[in-house]
């Protein structure tokens, strides 16, 4: 059936239950959208046409049921030979679930229960249903703790015939009202008797009768009393004992009158000035049903023999004395005659009940096989093949067990019951897998933690490290099984990536860089440009707009990604600087001969700058641009094929008042008063200061002392 389409709407999960007469499963119906129970006749009962008659009729009757307490019934349908009926979904437990795992249960629990039930009985017998088969397992507790009572109708379509070949009875006979195992009429007090047991079996975990076979245990409903509930479990209140007693009177008429009766009664017994009430008594002495003592019935004898004489003489006295003791005999012999009668019939009355309940419940004996480690199919398979049922199936991982393996059963193995008994399989799950939580922005060591909480092994988690943000360092920034994906914490091997910050690389030089493209390489690298991180600085060696300067990572240093950057940008030459283009005179060794001058100089923007390098043979003049400055003149050397052949120096103050000397031919005269000449130490120019003549000659080869040159002026690095 799993898999199936019923009726063209009903798309069956699987089976979540089963009894005697049906089968049940989960369902889901298309049309609607939502989870249903359907209940399946079990194949045997397809060809009884009376039970499909009334089974349908009862059926219908539940349908009719509209409370909240009653599972409603949606629809009951047939398709080919599979009759079914459609009914709420009960997300929960059964009553007989509840009570196996924590009975006694509290009084108030049980009693709030027990009033569920019997509001929903008396809501079905206002509308003329019985439900004849009250147990906890029609119960269903939901998980909001609403009570709902199933089954109605069913047991009622059950005839003798369909009890004695199934046995499907058996399995509610502790519930049995006396008059049920009669096999008489049963009515509305029928069930409330029932749901006395259900109480009693709530408050104190066990049934009143139990005996080794079904009839024994329906002997004892008909003539034994019980155990009563405070001896077992002292904590009942007397008013709460006084409700299971009087529901469970073996006589109907001394039970409760109605189902409304009960009710009223069990929403007030818990109330303060009820639960110490006295003791409910009856009087036992003319139950119908109880064990009697007979008295023995004696012979009674005539009197002696007379003498001839004195009834010759008082024979007509004789006579009427005789007459009376024969009326007297027969008034002595008409009371034990009258309860001999009574007893042989009571004991014709107890053989055909024994008779009848032997007829009815003697089930064959069949021996529990194991199924354990078997699929749930073959079990199935190999309990069917003994003649046995599958009950409720639980399912739940269990280590060791593959999924869809039996792994335990209610009864064990060489356990003898009736066949047709139900025998309830616990199957075995897929393991159930964790969600992988998020471990981003955490540390390894925090990570690690909440993984060997969860049940991973330390051996199984690890680690690697990633070049990250620097914001990102010594955190996870990935992990393997990502998060969110299913894992199993037994086996699963976990993987953390965790940042160790940004990757160093080599500062590039940015100085002599225009300031729009440095900004670009910054970006490029990963780098930032701090805020106010132009500044600007006049200078001699670079023109406006180009960088100067860079902070904190010099050229070539090892830089950290995502670091502040500051510029230096000039603004050009400072305001005192000025531009003085000075004409220097070259001459070759030789008229018509070339020979190549070079041409080095020095100034405010640095020492040994080459101007460039020319080949003459005519004398030719050649402008060197000088910037000067307060605290730097100029200088020019002038090499001729690779000796010094003249150094000429230039003034700051001269440059600035116009009167710079021009310089001469070879063999010519400097302007008078120009310079003073110099030689090997060191002297001072008129207004200038001093003169280290050693820096010049560090631009030219040879000794500036030794230049061919027969000018006066003999060069100048520095004022």
């Known amino acids: 059936m799993i898999g199936h389409e019923l009726g063209g709407r009903y798309q069956i999960i699987e089976r979540i239950g089963g009894g005697g007469m049906a089968l049940v499963y989960k369902a889901h119906d298309i049309l609607l959208n939502r989870n249903v129970a359907i209940k399946v006749l079990r194949q045997q009962f397809v060809n009884d046409e009376e039970f499909i008659r009334r089974f349908r009729r009862e059926a219908q009757s539940a349908a009719s049921l509209s409370h909240p307490n009653v599972v409603s019934v949606y629809d009951v349908g047939q398709e080919d030979d599979v009759h079914y009926i459609v009914m709420e979904y009960v997300e929960g437990q059964n009553l007989n679930e509840i009570i196996k795992e924590r009975a006694p249960l509290q009084v108030e629990e049980a009693v709030r229960i027990a009033s569920q039930i019997a509001d929903a009985l008396d809501h079905a017998h206002h509308n003329q249903i019985i439900h004849r088969d009250i147990k906890p397992h029609n119960i269903l507790i939901g998980r909001n703790g609403r009570v709902k009572v199933t089954d109605f109708g ?74 009563e509930p405070r001896s077992v479990n002292p904590m009942i209140p007397q008013s709460v004992e006084n409700i299971i007693l009087k529901s469970m009177r073996k006589n109907p008429g001394e039970r409760y009158q109605s189902a409304k009766e009960m009710l009223r009664d069990l929403e007030t017994c818990l109330m303060p000035e009820r639960r110490m009430e006295s003791k409910l008594l009856f009087d036992d002495g003319d139950d119908e049903d109880s064990t009697r003592i ?20 008082d024979s007509q006295a004789q006579g009427d004395e005789d007459r009376n003791e024969s009326k007297k005999s027969a008034s002595f012999w008409s009371k034990p005659v009258l309860w001999v009668s009574l007893t042989i019939l009571l004991l014709l009355a107890m053989a055909s009940v024994v008779w009848y309940v032997n007829k009815t419940f003697t089930v064959p004996e069949v021996t529990v096989p194991s199924v354990i480690n078997l699929n749930e199919a073959d079990a199935t398979k190999a309990l069917q093949d003994k003649g046995l049922e599958v009950g409720d199936v639980k399912r739940e991982y269990k280590e060791g067990f593959d999924e869809g393996i039996v792994y335990d059963q209610s009864r064990p193995e060489g356990t003898i019951v009736k066949e047709g008994a139900m025998i309830d399989l616990m199957v075995s799950t897929a393991k159930p897998l964790k969600k992988m939580p998020s471990f981003i922005d955490k540390t390894y060591q925090e990570a690690k933690a909440q993984l060997v909480e969860a049940g991973v092994d330390e051996d199984r988690i690890s680690q690697t490290e990633e070049f990250s943000e620097a914001e990102e360092a010594g955190k996870v920034i990935g992990q393997s099984p990502d998060a969110g994906a299913e894992y199993d914490p037994a086996t699963a091997s976990i993987t953390l990536k965790v940042g ?32 106010d991180g132009i500044k600007t600085e006049p200078s001699f060696e670079r023109p406006a707009g180009e960088v100067i300067g860079q902070w904190p990572f010099a050229p070539n240093s090892l830089a950290t990604p995502g670091t502040e950057m500051v510029l230096t940008v000039s603004s ?33 923007r640095g020492d040994n700058r080459e101007w460039g390098t020319k080949t003459i043979n005519t004398t030719q003049t050649f402008t060197v641009e000088l910037v000067l400055a307060p605290n730097k003149n100029g200088a020019v050397s002038v090499i001729r094929d690779g000796e010094l052949f003249d150094t000429y120096l230039v003034s700051y103050i001269d440059a600035k008042q116009g009167t710079v000397p021009v310089p001469q031919l070879p063999g010519g005269q400097y302007e008078e008063n120009s310079y003073n000449e110099w030689d090997e130490g060191e002297t001072e120019l008129p207004e200038t200061g001093r003169i280290d003549q050693g820096s010049v000659a560090q631009a030219v080869k040879g000794n500036p002392a030794k230049g061919k040159g027969n000018g006066k002026g003999r060069g100048n690095k520095e004022h």
């Open 294 to 313: 007979v008295p023995a019935i004696k012979p009674h004898t005539g009197s002696s023999a007379r003498s001839g004489s004195k009834l010759s003489r």
């Open 500 to 531: 160790k910050g940004p990757k160093e690389f080599n500062m590039r030089n940015l100085i002599g860089m225009k300031q729009e493209e440095a900004e670009a390489v910054l970006k490029e690298l990963g780098l930032k440009l701090a805020k």
């Open 154 to 227: 069913i047991a009622r379509a059950v005839t003798s015939t369909t009890i004695t070949q199934t046995g499907s009875v058996v399995g509610s006979v502790h519930y049995f009202s006396p008059e049920h195992a009669k096999g008489v009429t049963t009515g509305e007090k029928s069930d409330l008797y029932s749901l006395g047991i259900v109480l009693y079996q709530m408050l104190t975990g066990r049934l009143p009768f139990l005996g080794e076979s079904p009839i024994s245990v329906a002997l004892k409903h008909l003539q034994e009393h019980f155990e």
């Open 572 to 604: 050009g030459y400072p305001p005192e600087a000025i531009t003085y283009n000075f004409e220097v005179p070259a001459a070759p060794v030789e008229e018509g001969k070339n020979s190549k001058i070079r041409i080095v100089y020095g100034d405010a």
